[in-house]
């Protein structure tokens, strides 16, 4: 059973230009939650989707967007990369309903590098 | 405000000794989850242990145990015999039931070093 797998593992790109990181989630999971973790610190919830709909979204501009797709799977869309949203990409994977208790699964996450 | 706090940056431990991580929190929400994570180099976030706010013991998995004093709101674990593998970077996090999904919020974590 294959966990949350995340692609590309690594990937640099320079300021402006955009960048799109895929996410396929835990099966039988059917809710993705990105997260950005700077270096040194927690990750932050970037948002979260559902039934290919964002359902909940954290302080991130609208240079950050998303999608998921009807197999689940997600994609993480950043325009206009900025230094500063060099970091690593965490997607995480559940099952909605489960409350408070539910387990997130993450993947390895994408390290992005804006040069 | 900060809703999760961890306070120790770094920690060293000796093999086999136990330690414990802090964290407190904070939150107004009657109902809500309590999550360590450990985040070894590779990156990856893996599941240590939970505590819901309504459980009325403490939570242990293996070597790890979860302090809980809810009236002080804080939330401790405690890894008992560390052994080398343990290094790494050890998060908290919550969850409160009146977000709409399931957002964790986490601290800003706390380095273990073992020693051999």
């Known amino acids: 059973d294959a966990g949350v797998t995340q692609s590309p593992t690594h990937l640099i790109k320079t300021r402006g230009q955009q960048v799109t990181l895929r996410c396929s989630p835990k099966?039988?999971?059917?809710?993705v939650s990105w997260y950005q973790q700077a270096l040194g610190q927690g990750p932050q919830f970037i948002f979260q989707?559902?039934?290919?709909?964002?359902?909940q979204r954290g302080n991130f501009p609208d240079r950050f967007s998303g999608h998921q797709f009807p197999n689940y799977s997600s994609e993480l869309n950043v325009n206009a990369l900025l230094l500063g949203d060099s970091a690593l990409y965490l997607c995480?994977?559940?099952?909605?309903?489960?409350?408070?208790?539910?387990?997130?699964?993450f993947g390895e996450g994408s390290r992005l590098t804006v040069l | 405000a900060q809703k999760i706090t961890q306070t120790q940056p770094g920690m060293f431990v000796q093999e086999k000794e136990a330690v414990t991580l802090d964290c407190t929190y904070d939150?107004?929400?009657?109902?809500?989850?309590l999550f360590w994570y450990k985040q070894p180099s590779s990156g990856e976030m893996i599941f240590l242990i939970y505590?819901?706010?309504?459980?009325?013991q403490n939570a242990t998995e293996g070597r790890y145990s979860l302090n809980f004093q809810k009236a002080r709101k804080s939330a401790n674990l405690v890894i008992s015999a560390s052994q080398l593998g343990d290094s790494a970077m050890y998060f908290c996090?919550?969850?409160?039931?009146?977000?709409?999904?399931?957002?964790?919020?986490f601290g800003g974590g706390t380095r273990l070093m073992v020693k051999p």
């Open positions: 995480a994977s559940s099952l909605t309903g489960t409350g408070v208790a539910g387990e997130l699964f």
């Open positions: 099966s039988g999971h059917d809710t």
């Open positions: 989707y559902y039934e290919e709909e964002e359902r």
């Open positions: 939150t107004s929400d009657p109902s809500y989850g």
């Open positions: 505590q819901g706010s309504y459980d009325q």
């Open positions: 996090a919550m969850r409160e039931y009146n977000n709409a999904g399931n957002m964790l919020t």
